[in-house]
């Protein structure tokens, strides 16, 4: 089982040294997610060689342009390349009427349904038999959105070995994945793990979108093996970053802290800042196991 994400923009709104408004790319074994979709987003996908057609489900987490002023370029993209199958898009409400509209005015019909989920409360938004995703509500000045997604754990796996010794059927390895025991045809009983090794744990990666400091997302990320959480400043920045509810660098890596993650990935620079060399260094005294979210780059977790 795979998951890693891969940052194809991590500024804040204004574009600048090359780096581009926020979007990334998450990969869970086939499926491809896109996460917010700011200006520039199809470029990046050409840049870095990821293919439009594989994205099926695409997360918007709020109304600020910076995070979604690519996605009407990235869908009529998807219609004039034919795509035919159908395309789930998660976002505060309004955005439905929005892109409605764009389509109307050049009068432009896509080949292919959007089937749109509009964010209304904390749970799961999404879900198939190897993932979940769910939407947590974070503290920006519109409403804004976070979303964790999580693998589905993978059975048990059968030691075919360790099942012939013990004289298990064929027939029986489904229930022993399940993690049943077996039950000899004496009455007697054979432990389930003596015969199945435990899969991987299922890996999570949490989304923590635009958000004043607030220990609330702590609580909603707990335990994530890899966080992603805005640092829009340097912590001598405070004042501006909570005048414009964002975070600092120190202000982030206090929730991972207190969230007990297992790795933090900052991003959402503002565009002041050419050098991001001190972003980790501030970090990193608080929660060492911080990194940069650096466009082109791909973290896998786990």
């Avoid at 695409?58 to 009407?72: A, E, M, Q, T």
């Avoid at 609580?219 to 005048?243: I, N, Q, S």
């Amino acid at each position: 089982l795979m998951l890693a994400v891969t940052i194809l923009g991590n500024n804040s709104a204004l574009p600048a040294y090359d780096r581009h408004p926020t979007a990334q790319i998450i990969t869970m074994d086939e499926h491809l997610f896109l996460v917010d979709c700011g200006e520039g987003t199809q470029m990046q996908l050409s840049r870095y060689k990821i293919r439009r057609s594989r994205i099926n489900h695409i997360f918007i987490s709020h109304l600020h342009g910076d995070h979604y002023f690519g996605l009407i370029g990235l869908i009529t993209s998807m219609g004039l390349m034919h795509r035919e199958h159908e395309l789930h898009l998660y976002a505060p409400a309004p955005l439905k009427d929005l892109i409605q509209w764009q389509l109307d005015v050049a009068s432009t019909a896509l080949p292919f349904n959007i089937d749109f989920h509009p964010l209304t409360e904390d749970g799961i938004i999404a879900s198939s038999p190897k993932f979940i995703v769910e939407a947590f509500k974070v503290f920006h000045r519109i409403d804004c959105w976070g979303f964790k997604f999580r693998q589905v754990k993978a059975p048990r796996k059968v030691n075919p070995l360790k099942a012939r010794e013990n004289k298990i059927p064929e027939y029986y390895f489904d229930r022993l994945k399940k993690g049943e025991d077996f039950v000899r045809p004496d009455g007697s009983i054979l432990k389930n793990e003596v015969v199945t090794d435990a899969a991987p744990p299922a890996k999570t990666y949490a989304f923590a979108a635009d958000t004043v400091y607030n220990e609330a997302v702590a609580g909603k990320v707990a335990e994530v093996d890899l966080l992603y959480h805005e640092a829009t400043y340097l912590k001598d920045l405070e004042d501006r970053a909570v005048a414009r509810f964002h975070c600092t660098t120190t202000q982030a890596a206090t929730i991972a802290r207190i969230a007990k993650v297992k790795k933090l990935l900052l991003g959402h620079f503002s565009s002041k800042y050419e050098k991001l060399d001190s972003f980790l260094e501030e970090a990193r005294e608080i929660f060492p196991e911080t990194e940069l979210a650096l466009e082109g780059v791909t973290y896998r977790i786990g």
